[in-house]
Nanobody, 118 residues
């Protein structure tokens, strides 16, 4: 079992920036594909960004050009740099670790709240 802990959420003004972190408990972090999901209040959880084990980055249309996903494998840490934040970005943000071949090996963090408001 891989434990994931998100941090870095908070309250920011529209147009501001925030950096989220997700730290994994397992040293096998580097072999996992990693994702950021978010769940706006009263809505479904939606995918925001992916960085695969091979370094490939993919973004949802809603965040492309504003958010940057990255990983530091020696630190077992995933990041999400969020810029030009909008009120629509308000959500609980979750990280996910997914083994690229073993579909049973998928793990979620507990989430961190991001609120964009003036």
């Amino acid at each position: 079992q891989v434990e994931l802990v998100e941090s870095g959420g908070g309250l920011v003004q529209p147009g501001g920036s925030l950096r989220l972190s997700c730290t994994a408990s397992d040293a096998t972090f580097s072999i996992y594909d990693m994702d950021w999901y978010r769940q706006p209040p009263g809505d479904q959880r939606e995918w925001a960004a992916t960085v695969r084990a091979d370094g490939t980055r993919i973004y949802a249309t809603s965040v492309r050009g504003r958010f940057t996903i990255s990983r530091d494998n020696p630190k077992n840490t995933l990041y999400l740099e969020m810029n030009d934040l909008k009120s629509e970005d308000t959500a609980v943000y979750y990280c996910r670790a997914r083994h690229p071949t073993n579909t049973r090996s998928t793990y979620w963090g507990q989430g961190t709240q991001v609120t964009v408001s003036s």
